[in-house]
């Protein structure tokens, strides 16, 4: 059974940064698509950042240049780096996998507010 736990996320200022993790477990974590989603309130869901098992990455055009993603696959866990927070980037994110199908953690809220 695949479950993907989320971490890091919280208040933070404008300008600030967080980073989260997301830790994967019954899944060979190596040869799947990893990533973020996030969903602000009274909008979709929409792709933050993902990472395939070669490492090759592809961003929102709206996070290039703030946010970087990477992956260990020695620890089954990605990791989402977020600087230069905007309140725009309020939002509860999801930790997303895939193979074949696509699994979803339980998300965590980020916060950008003075």
């Known amino acids: 059974q695949v479950q993907l736990v989320e971490s890091g996320g919280g208040l933070v200022q404008p300008g600030g940064s967080l980073r989260l993790s997301c830790a994967a477990s019954?899944?060979?974590?190596?040869?799947?698509?990893m990533g973020w989603y996030r969903q602000a309130p009274g909008k979709q869901r929409e792709l933050v950042a993902l990472?395939?098992?070669?490492?090759?990455?592809n961003y929102a055009d709206s996070v290039k240049g703030r946010f970087t993603i990477s992956r260990d696959n020695g620890k089954n866990t990605v990791y989402l780096q977020m600087n230069s927070l905007k309140p725009e980037d309020t939002a509860v994110y999801y930790c997303?996998?895939?193979?074949?199908?696509?699994?979803w953690g339980q998300g965590t809220q980020v916060t950008v507010s003075s």
């Open positions: 990472i395939d098992p070669g490492g090759n990455t």
């Open positions: 997303y996998s895939r193979l074949t199908v696509p699994n």
């Open positions: 019954g899944i060979a974590f190596n040869i799947f698509v």
